[in-house]
């Protein structure tokens, strides 16, 4: 029996790039350790990098007419803003997030709405063509040919099948679902392994490319919440995005990571349903738990993710430790930061923590990366170790620093009109935020160091 001739298996080292016909476990060229990768030898002819961007002439920058790419939308609205104002011919999205937390869903809501005006294609490996029916049923999308969910779809899990469908059909967008379940040929290793992984990521790459077909590839999370797989799965699409937020509650968040097409850190909120996942279109009280009365150790911050702010209630808890190592836990927010804040309090405001333990959440699921955060984080565990609830319609933004100073954050006055549309009445932010023309309904407390800050709030009481 004739057998078709396999491509020879070659080893490349992730770091230099450096190859070796054998694995071994220090890359011969750069002497990294385990970096060397199974992939496939390619004639030079068809080199696979090659259609990433197709070769021109070399021109002048000035030369060159800048034209703003063309977008279509995602038939989701909150989807729509992660991506920058929606999905660009050709362009390449990974989404990634947790088992269970939306991600075919959200997909399938999409390409739905899409396929009324567009060919769109559903490739799945993890479900079947039954399973999914059912839950386009359940979902509500099923309709009639030109209607909602009149979309293609294709289990399939190997790439070289899923290349001919999408030569043959020509779909605008095809969802890959997900691309730790897809194999190619070529490779003789299991599918989800780092090389094959690797391989049909770069692959659908190209065909997105050559094509002008806008995929959106599912991709599935470590442990730590990083996309399982390669890292350079994240250089070689155009957008990364992540699916946040608690399984327990019903809300979740869309992160854009990385958008060659548009701004970062921009967020979409949604709620999971029984119908699907419904966009929240003025999330800003959202997390905020609700307290009949004040309670201590709750502060009230504006934070702003992308180009809206967000109120969101910062938790802290002080409890005297019983270990020599307190522990410093935090939930949402920055750890190390936790500690660096704390040792300012104790330094330039003579609060001691050091036989206390502290825990700080972020109510709702919600995590937190900016600096902004600092003050709500000190005056919550300030509010906690004194049990005494933080005055009524308080809210707060602002960064610390290891002088103890209170150092401004960007869009100042967003965050205070957003708040002040709340119903929140006193502001304690960084001096240099301070409005130049007061915003109607709330006080605005300007202040320049921790102990001040801290002080402030005593007067208040
Ligand atoms: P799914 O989208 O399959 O998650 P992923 O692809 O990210 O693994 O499933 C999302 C979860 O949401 C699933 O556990 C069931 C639930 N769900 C709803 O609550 N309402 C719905 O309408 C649907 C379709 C799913
Ligand atoms: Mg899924």
């Known amino acids: 029996m004739a057998k078709a001739a396999k491509a020879k298996t070659l080893y490349t080292c992730s770091e230099c790039g450096g190859q070796a016909p054998k694995w071994t476990g220090q890359c011969a060229a750069c002497g990294a350790w385990n970096t060397l990768l199974e992939t496939v030898e390619q004639a030079p002819s068809a080199h696979r990098f090659q259609a990433l961007a197709k070769s021109s002439p070399v021109r002048r920058l000035a030369e060159i007419e800048a034209s703003d790419v063309p977008r279509f939308t995602t038939g989701v609205g909150e989807f729509d803003r992660v991506l920058g104002g929606g999905l660009v011919p050709g362009g390449?999205?990974?989404?990634?997030?947790?088992p269970g937390i939306g991600k075919s869903t959200l997909l399938l809501q999409s390409l739905a709405e899409i396929a009324r005006e567009r060919p769109a294609l559903y490739v799945s490996g993890e479900e079947s063509g039954a399973q999914i029916a059912l839950r386009a049923q359940r979902?509500?999308?099923?309709?009639?040919?030109?209607?909602?969910?009149?979309?293609a779809l294709l289990a399939e899990i190997q790439l070289e099948k899923i290349q001919a469908t999408i030569d043959e059909h020509r779909p605008e967008v095809a969802v890959?679902?997900?691309?730790?379940?897809?194999?190619?040929?070529a490779l003789t290793s299991a599918p989800g392994s780092v090389a094959q992984v690797r391989e049909c990521a770069a692959q659908l790459t190209r065909i997105a490319k050559q094509t002008g077909t806008a995929i959106i590839m599912v991709g599935h999370v470590t442990k730590e919440g990083s996309l399982a797989g390669p890292r350079v799965l994240e250089?070689?699409?155009d957008t990364v995005l992540y699916f946040e937020g608690d399984t327990h509650s019903s809300f979740r968040l869309v992160r854009a990571f990385k958008n060659r097409f548009g701004a970062v850190n921009e967020l979409g909120v949604f709620a999971m349903t029984e119908k699907g996942l419904r966009g929240v279109a003025n999330p800003s009280a959202l997390f905020l738990s609700q307290h009949e009365q004040s309670v201590a150790g709750s502060c009230v911050l504006v934070t702003q993710e992308g180009s809206r702010p967000l109120l969101v209630e910062v938790q802290a808890l002080v409890d005297t430790a019983h270990v020599p190592n307190p522990r410093r836990l935090a939930v949402g927010l920055e750890q190390n930061r936790l500690a660096l804040l704390l040792a300012v309090l104790h330094r330039h405001a003579g609060i001691a923590c050091f036989d206390q333990d502290v825990f700080l959440n972020a109510v709702g699921g919600v995590k937190i990366t900016e600096p902004a955060a600092d003050l709500a984080v000190l005056l919550a565990i300030h509010s906690s170790m004194r049990n005494k609830p933080l005055p009524k319609g308080l809210i707060t933004f602002g960064e610390v620093g290891l002088a103890g100073e209170i150092r401004p954050s960007p869009r100042g006055q967003d965050r205070l009109k957003e708040a002040a549309k709340l119903g929140f009445s006193v502001a304690l932010i960084p001096k240099a935020n301070a409005p130049k023309q007061a915003i109607d309904g709330l006080k605005v407390i300007a202040v320049d160091r921790i102990e001040e800050a801290i002080d402030r709030v005593r007067d208040l009481e």
Request: without cysteine.
């Open 92 to 98: 390449v999205v990974l989404i990634g997030g947790d």
């Open 139 to 151: 979902l509500g999308l099923v309709g009639e040919p030109g209607a909602v969910g009149d979309l």
């Open 176 to 185: 890959i679902d997900s691309i730790q379940t897809i194999y190619s040929e």
């Open 235 to 237: 250089h070689i699409v």
